[in-house]
């Protein structure tokens, strides 16, 4: 089988989940049909939708950025009914970082850029910052403005992923 990008970078979150003490088992997720890229099941009741970016845009400020499609959005939300905790994985892979936010946090940012828009869009870019020695900076972006955001989240280096383990 040929090997994708998309298989090397998954795994370096997947094999992170693997490594831990409470996991059991991974399962692929069927949507539409068909396998997921994205989706993974993680011990029956763990939901797991996993992005990556190879390398960031800008120098001074390395910015992430991860597009969410209305397609991805309907998987997820499928992906919602069978799995009360559901979490996106995105990975940075030059920074060798993941950033694991709960599926409530990316609703609440695309909500919040609903609300800001007055309209929907077709894809909603989630913005990550890796930068030494801080914490992961995780937003989504004003509409028609560059550098300014409306809603984000701090995240632990260190909480994936463990975050997918806590009760």
């Given at each position: 089988?040929?090997?994708?990008?998309?298989?090397?970078?998954?795994?370096?979150?997947?094999?992170?989940?693997?490594?831990?003490?409470?996991?059991?088992?991974?399962n692929a997720v069927?949507?539409?049909?068909?396998?997921?890229?994205?989706?993974?099941?993680?011990?029956?009741?763990?939901?797991?939708?996993?992005?990556?970016?190879?390398?960031?845009?800008?120098?001074?400020?390395?910015?992430?950025?991860?597009?969410?499609?209305?397609?991805?959005?309907?998987?997820?939300?499928?992906?919602r009914k069978n799995?009360?905790?559901?979490?996106?994985?995105?990975?940075?892979?030059?920074?060798?970082?993941?950033?694991?936010?709960?599926?409530?946090?990316?609703?609440?940012?695309?909500?919040?850029?609903?609300?800001?828009?007055?309209?929907?869009?077709?894809?909603?870019?989630?913005?990550?910052?890796?930068?030494?020695?801080?914490?992961?900076?995780?937003?989504?972006?004003?509409?028609?403005?560059?550098?300014?955001?409306?809603?984000?989240?701090?995240?632990s280096r260190n909480?994936?992923?463990?975050?997918?383990?806590?009760?």
């Amino acid at each position: 089988m040929h090997i994708h990008d998309d298989h090397r970078h998954y795994g370096s979150a997947l094999i992170q989940i693997a490594e831990d003490a409470h996991f059991t088992s991974i399962n692929a997720v069927h949507y539409a049909g068909s396998v997921s890229r994205c989706g993974f099941r993680i011990n029956k009741e763990i939901g797991i939708y996993i992005k990556y970016r190879s390398k960031p845009r800008g120098k001074k400020c390395p910015l992430y950025a991860f597009s969410f499609s209305q397609e991805n959005l309907r998987e997820l939300r499928a992906m919602r009914k069978n799995r009360p905790r559901l979490f996106v994985a995105l990975v940075c892979v030059k920074a060798r970082e993941i950033c694991c936010l709960p599926y409530n946090t990316l609703v609440r940012f695309i909500e919040a850029r609903l609300k800001a828009k007055g309209e929907k869009e077709e894809e909603y870019t989630i913005e990550v910052s890796v930068f030494k020695n801080v914490k992961l900076r995780v937003w989504i972006s004003e509409p028609n403005t560059r550098g300014t955001y409306i809603d984000q989240q701090l995240v632990s280096r260190n909480n994936f992923p463990r975050k997918l383990f806590e009760k």
